[in-house]
């Protein structure tokens, strides 16, 4: 089945720098990579995802990238505020996984005011 | 929005007790997948469903078992509870193939 990996599994930023976590999934066949986050004591909150046909998708402050030659996409957040704090969870579908999502094991993100 | 409740925030159950955790959404939802999350190992699937009745295992189901007769509600059974079993517990929901889920605010779950 799909295999995803996180790095790094901590970063620290100050405010107002950028931000960036790397996930690297196995399946070729994965064609939708959503990103998650998790503020301490609450549910995952859907933040953004991206489909294959798509190599680049933006909101606001944070964006994602995929490669899907290299095999791994990419949650870039910009200009970090404390409320950017938390754990990021990135998942890859396919057709292959029968519409589960595998996720990585998350990324604590803090940022230091 | 899509809500996914779940019914109990905590719990505390007995080794041995029979534990049930519900979870029910609003939307509609095809499938229904219940996680388990703890400290350094992410979020693992126990069991999802993609239609009344239907189940299919995860990644751990070893001790549970789940139960879907409407589908609105997706519960989840631990037969007979075990300490390894304290967990934070997730339901999640979606509307079809690539689509993202929506998780239910967890049950805390402490097997003593």
């Known amino acids: 089945g799909e295999n995803v990996e996180q790095h790094p599994s901590t970063l620290s930023v100050q405010e107002g720098d950028s931000a960036v976590i790397k996930c690297t999934y196995s399946d070729s066949a994965s064609n939708y990579f959503p990103w998650y986050k998790q503020e301490l004591g609450k549910r995952p909150q859907l933040i953004i995802d991206i489909r294959s046909n798509v190599g680049e998708k933006k909101d606001q402050r944070i964006a994602v990238t995929l490669n899907k030659t290299a095999k791994h996409f990419s949650l870039h957040i910009t200009e970090t505020q404390p409320e950017d704090s938390a754990v990021y969870f990135c998942a890859a579908s396919g057709v292959r996984g029968n519409n589960r999502l595998a996720f990585g094991k998350g990324n604590q993100v803090v940022v230091i005011p | 929005d899509v809500k996914v409740t779940q019914s109990s925030r905590y719990l505390v159950k007995r080794t041995g007790e029979k534990v049930f955790l519900e979870c029910v959404q609003d939307?509609?939802?095809?499938?229904m997948f219940w996680y388990r999350q703890d400290p350094g190992l992410g979020l693992r699937l126990i069991y999802f469903s993609y239609d009344v009745k239907m189940k299919e295992k995860g990644d751990i189901p070893e001790g549970y078992s789940v139960s879907r007769e409407k589908k609105e509600r997706f519960s989840l059974i631990l037969e007979s509870a075990s300490t390894n079993q304290t967990s934070m517990y997730l339901c999640a929901s979606n509307a079809g193939t690539n689509y993202g889920y929506t998780f239910g605010s967890g049950t805390r779950l402490t097997v003593v």
């Open positions: 939307m509609d939802h095809e499938n």
